[in-house]
């Protein structure tokens, strides 16, 4: 079965830096697009990064360009999304997102918190 493992997140200052990493297992990683979506207290989920199969056709959510990168390791079959100069606002409980035989599936997130 199709299983995503988020790690990486924690505590940060703001201006600072993490880098998240998304495992999965129980279909073929390289043949699929890839995503990270977050969720903040009290907002929808949104998503933030989009990254196609073999890691071209990149796309960013506009609050995030510039200062997140997206990229994946096929052979390893591992997401990441390195996030810098994060801000106050990026707190929330990051996902990742694949869309596999017409079912969304989704790890279990992981927290991240930046702090003023």
């Known amino acids: 079965q199709v299983q995503l493992v988020e790690s990486g997140g924690g505590l940060v200052r703001s201006e600072g830096s993490l880098r998240l990493s998304c495992a999965a297992s129980?279909?073929?990683?390289?043949?699929?697009?890839m995503n990270w979506y977050r969720q903040a207290p009290g907002k929808e989920r949104e998503l933030v990064a989009s990254i196609g199969s073999s890691g071209s056709r990149i796309n960013f959510a506009d609050s995030v360009k510039g200062r997140f990168t997206v990229s994946r390791d096929n052979a390893k079959n591992t997401l990441y999304l390195q996030m810098n100069s994060l801000k106050p606002e990026d707190t929330a409980i990051y996902y990742c997102?694949?869309?596999?035989?017409?079912?969304?599936?989704w790890g279990q997130g992981t927290q991240v918190t930046v702090s003023s």
């Open positions: 997102n694949v869309r596999y035989l017409w079912s969304n599936y």
């Open positions: 129980g279909f073929t990683f390289s043949n699929y697009p």
